[in-house]
């Protein structure tokens, strides 16, 4: 389910979309699907309903952890890495193997999407921190739906997908990663 909740919007003619259709993911803003992902694999895999998680900043506010303990043992631990700096150091302690994480969450904008160059800014292209909060809070009034509950996704699956187990599903939303084995004269990004 995860990410297909935004993009059924291409497959619906926006004249078919009602008020009571616009819904969003879990998590406080409206970046990326860290919170919804972390909530359904802590239930998938260890049984456990997380109601709310709590991000820690790590060495900036853009860039900040999400942990889950199971008796006494960090069984789930997921980033969120905003803006190229912490992408440049995330891909560089990757290279190194020492970013173990399960999932991370990356984009380019620091602060997340609302705070995107195309977005809430003053004439003279500083961050417009009043509109900012403001399309925050009109973000956390649209009602929470997830994916899996969605008419629109079921639909989705039913029609387009020819149903959830279906070997489109597996062709088209899975994939699988397998590592690379690295030669001498691999070419090394330089950040």
Known sequence: FFGVDLSFCCFLRFDEIKEGDVVRHDGKRSDGYLEHIFKHAAKE?????VKEITYKALKNKDFQEVTLEKDGETVLRFAAAYGFRNIQNM???????KFLYHFVEVLACPGGCLNGKGQAQT???????ALLNQMEEV???IPVRLPESNVHVQKLYQDWLEGMDSKKVQETLHTKYSAVNQTASNLDIKW
């Open 45 to 49: 895999l260890f049984g456990m309903d």
């Open 91 to 97: 891909v560089l302690k990757m290279k190194k193997g």
């Open 123 to 129: 004439e003279d292209g500083k961050p417009d921190k």
């Open 139 to 141: 973000y956390a009034a």
